[in-house]
């Protein structure tokens, strides 16, 4: 059964200053890895994915994830945080051998960006 | 880019009455739409998965005489909450498959249901 956990209910960092929100996964076959981003009452946007190659994955906004298979993990990071990042961000996966199934999704990490 | 529709945004509903969600693709063909619920502060859960011209297949646990979800064209999946109850009150998003090499999932912004 694929899984994932993303630990941390809510990270909290001052502007200016790194962020990681961390994601670890489970699948029986090869992962296909999202990271979505939802704003209070809003659906969810995109920011990036992971398929195959480079194990960072640069996305929108300035965003970027990287794939780590030994720990099973595709942390989310961005080198300067900004206070309109403060969001509810999303891991997802799916089983990359198991065409048309659905993400499965973390819980969730609220990132709460302080000016 | 892909956008998917969905409406309402948001409706408000007496106990005992059904409320229909609709779900478009608005510029690509969607043969796979997946419906998801979402509780206050927590995360996405898959309800059913609703394939073009065929019956959907609902997760364990999730009522499909309760959430009727229809899938009559390649644009358009529709998910009812008949005879819906306070506790049906949720955030409920769709999502459309885009297939092809590089395949993409795309989001309605969701509906916020609200029953009385």
């Known amino acids: 059964a694929q899984s994932v956990a993303q630990p941390e209910d809510q990270v909290n960092v001052a502007e200016g200053n790194p962020l990681t929100v961390k994601c670890t996964y489970s699948v029986s076959g090869n992962p296909y890895l999202f990271w979505y981003v939802q704003y209070p009452n809003r659906g969810l946007q995109f920011l990036l994915k992971?398929?195959?190659?480079?194990?960072l994955v640069k996305g929108s906004y300035g965003f970027e994830a990287e794939f780590n298979k030994s720990q099973t993990s595709f942390h989310l990071k961005k080198p300067s945080a900004l206070v309109s990042d403060s969001a509810l961000y999303f891991c997802a996966v799916r089983d990359l051998n198991q065409a048309g199934t659905a993400l499965i999704f973390g819980k969730g990490t609220t990132l709460s960006v302080s000016s | 880019g892909a956008v998917v529709s969905q409406h309402p945004s948001w409706v408000i509903c007496k106990s005992g009455t059904s409320v229909k969600i609709e779900c478009r693709s608005l510029d690509f063909q969607a043969t796979t739409m997946f419906w998801y619920r979402q509780f206050p502060k927590q995360s996405l859960m898959l309800m059913a998965t609703?394939?073009?011209?065929?019956?959907?297949?609902?997760e364990q646990g999730v009522e499909k005489d309760k959430f009727l979800i229809n899938h009559a064209s390649l644009t358009l999946s529709t998910l009812t909450v008949t005879s819906a109850h306070p506790e049906d009150s949720s955030f409920y998003i769709c999502?459309?498959?885009?297939?092809?090499?590089?395949?993409?999932?795309?989001f309605g912004s969701g509906t916020q249901l609200s029953v009385l």
């Open positions: 609703s394939n073009e011209g065929s019956k959907a297949t609902y």
């Open positions: 999502s459309a498959r885009l297939q092809g090499l590089n395949e993409k999932l795309f």
């Open positions: 992971y398929i195959t190659g480079d194990n």
